[in-house]
């Protein structure tokens, strides 16, 4: 059993590393928030483009990351073991991997997103627009690599900060650039839904580039072993090191993420103002998840550390505490938009027809705060331990067992339209929830018996 000092050490270490993280989680969704904006305030059309196009783009997105999410958790044990100085080596390897997935995940939206779509059956006059936008920002996919990989080192070492301040410099950038792509300025034409891709790509790049050089360059990384990192070149074996623990991540991410998107694929086939609606919606709701998807990189660094330095009641404090913050962000979340679902639709758009469905689903968004920050958090913790293949079957149990069935069941079958979707959303959200913190008690209970034996 931990001391109370020792509780308060933690929640007080977890706190000045997690903030600067939901920041940075916060300005990356809301890069997607201008992008949506921007769009609404075009027209419907526009912004149901960009809607579906997101929702395709977010499955192999999230699949990268997911998969680079192996980075931290790595960076991490090694700090706490007391090996700092081999986190560059791992750092470079982990950038090559970011390039390389993100070259595939390039071909994957271009050649691929249209696919989709099309299978989705999605209106021909609709199609054409999101295909240009999926054509557009298809580009950003191997600077987001480079990005989350940099992120990755930064962030294990316990230096946050970098990632927050670039995070907030690309969403300064992208709304002037992507009005003026958008909408068309300075004698440039007016490109609508491929502008607001175009402008992601060109931010996402410059962020990228400057992180390297920073990680590379700057004094405070001189002590993670720069001197020692002499290969550059690819190594296919740490790579390799790397997607044995990062793939499985990448799994259960693309079963969550596949989840939402199945969703808004589905939803688009019920017209543009469903689209739009549902869209905007998760726009709000991606808001605020930033902050316990923040606190879940800062529980996978933390459990990291205490896993490195193999200490069972330190990983046990590190989770816990994690997931009384989590609770508590959640629940005023959960406040703010079962009060005032109305006043938040209307920030996105002026289209009452959308602000009605916005508003509905923002109240069904308001019940699943709880759940969703929970099992984000349940998940950053198992990270930290580098468990990673019974959560991807746990997530893939709950979301496309029970999420996804019941969902389009409700919405389809049952004639419930898109809040029968985000109801189905909701249970799913809420079994993986129970089904990781299961299995995070379960596995600190082991180690913590083996160590006292």
């Not at 660094?301 to 609770?327: E, H, K, Q, S, Y």
């Not at 959960?334 to 996105?348: F, N, R």
């Not at 389809?412 to 189905?424: C, E, L, N, Q």
Request: aromatic share 8%; hydrophobic share 55%.
């Amino acid at each position: 059993m931990s001391s109370r000092p020792e509780r308060r050490s933690e929640l007080a270490a977890t706190l000045r590393l997690a903030w600067p993280l939901v920041i940075s989680q916060i300005a990356a969704v809301g890069q997607h928030v201008i992008e949506i904006v921007l769009a609404g305030h075009l027209d419907a059309h526009v912004l149901a483009a960009v809607a579906i196009g997101t929702n395709v783009v977010m499955i192999p997105l999230m699949a990268m990351i997911g998969t680079m999410y192996a980075t931290p958790a790595s960076v991490a044990q090694l700090d706490g073991a007391g090996q700092r100085r081999r986190v560059a080596a791992l750092g470079v390897q982990a950038a090559w991997l970011g390039l390389l997935i993100g070259l595939l995940m390039l071909a994957i939206v271009r050649w691929g997103g249209p696919f989709l779509v099309d299978l989705a059956g999605i209106p021909p006059s609709l199609a054409a627009d999101v295909t240009r936008f999926l054509h557009a920002v298809c580009f950003a996919m191997p600077a987001i690599g480079l990005f989350v990989a940099c992120r990755g080192v930064s962030d294990g070492v316990s230096m946050p900060a970098p990632s927050m301040v670039l995070s907030l410099a690309g969403l300064v950038l992208l709304l002037p650039l992507g009005y003026v792509l958008m909408y068309g300025a300075f004698g440039l034409p007016r490109l609508g839904a491929a502008g607001t891709g175009y402008a992601g790509a060109i931010v996402n790049w410059m962020q990228a580039l400057v992180y390297f050089a920073f990680l590379r360059f700057a004094p405070r990384y001189r002590g993670i072993g720069w001197a020692e990192a002499r290969r550059l070149r690819p190594d296919p074996a740490v790579m390799m090191g790397l997607l044995r623990v990062g793939v499985p991540m990448g799994v259960a991410a693309l079963m969550e993420v596949g989840m939402f998107s199945l969703a808004g694929l589905a939803i688009g086939r019920l017209g543009e103002i469903a689209a739009a609606s549902h869209q905007v919606a998760m726009s709000a709701a991606s808001v605020t998840f930033m902050v316990p998807l923040g606190l879940a990189s800062a529980i996978t660094v933390r459990v990291g550390n205490a896993a490195g330095r193999r200490d069972p009641a330190g990983i046990r404090r590190a989770g816990f505490t994690g997931f009384a913050l989590v609770a508590c962000t959640q629940t005023i979340s959960a406040i703010v938009m079962l009060s005032a679902p109305a006043w938040i639709a209307e920030l996105y758009t002026g289209d009452p027809r959308v602000v009605a469905g916005v508003t509905l689903l923002l109240q069904i968004a308001g019940v699943f705060q709880l759940s969703d920050g929970l099992q984000v958090a349940c998940n950053g913790a198992l990270r930290g331990l580098k468990d990673t293949r019974v959560p991807m079957l746990l997530t893939a149990i709950a979301y496309w067992g029970v999420g996804v069935p019941l969902g389009l069941l409700l919405a389809f079958a049952a004639g419930w339209r898109t809040p029968g979707m985000w109801i189905g959303l909701t249970v799913g959200l809420t079994t993986a929830a129970a089904l990781l913190g299961g299995r995070f008690v379960l596995s600190t209970r082991r180690r913590a018996a083996v160590a006292v034996a």
